[in-house]
């Protein structure tokens, strides 16, 4: 019979992994090193801010002692994400791309980072997970989750949330908690 799963919280912030009490902290690259090898190959590739959210996601996920199903897709965990300014930096960035030589310099790639969803979406790609998604923007991660009746009907048959918050600015920073349904139930 599997363990039961357990609250477990980890933070990313530029260069520093804090897997919390008992658990350590680290570098980055050092985390990387300790993870699978495709896994590290495909993180390695990631803009600094999408890795931050996945690395934080698959420790905070690993330390709540869940562990990935054979075929590496599961439906078991809510994906919650938070943002308090969406994708405002990375539209900026993209506009400007587009503005110049009219349009000619526009990014497909680029583009895709204007959407909220773009930094989860890679997320539960990585970590394959095929569950429940939520991606609000504009809320404080405080206010983000809800709790009871809410979660409940959101996360259908889902065993554990994860709720990913990811800040903007210079130096790429998430922070992912998983929450398992025990806790949250209404």
Not at 46 to 75: C, K, N, Q, W
Not at 149 to 165: D, Q, R, T, Y
């Amino acid at each position: 019979m599997n363990a039961p799963l357990r609250r477990a919280r980890c933070a990313v912030e530029g260069d520093r992994v804090d897997r919390g009490p008992g658990r350590g902290s680290g570098t980055v690259e050092e985390a990387l090193r300790a993870l699978p090898r495709e896994r590290a190959r495909r993180l390695r590739r990631m803009d600094p801010p999408a890795r931050a959210a996945t690395l934080a996601a698959a420790f905070a996920l690993e330390d709540a002692g869940f562990a990935p199903v054979p075929d590496g897709v599961s439906d078991r965990v809510l994906l919650w994400a938070a943002t308090a300014r969406g994708s405002e930096e990375e539209d900026a960035f993209f506009w400007e791309t587009t503005l110049v030589a009219d349009g000619a310099l526009a990014s497909p790639a680029l583009f895709a980072a204007t959407l909220p969803s773009a930094i989860p979406g890679e997320v539960a790609r990585v970590l394959g997970l095929a569950g429940p998604a939520v991606v609000e923007a504009g809320r404080s991660a405080e206010e983000s989750l809800p709790g009871g009746p809410v979660l409940e009907a959101l996360a259908g048959s889902a065993e554990l949330v994860l709720h990913l918050v990811l800040r903007a600015g210079p130096v790429p920073s998430a922070e992912a908690t998983a929450i398992p349904r025990a806790e949250w139930r209404g």
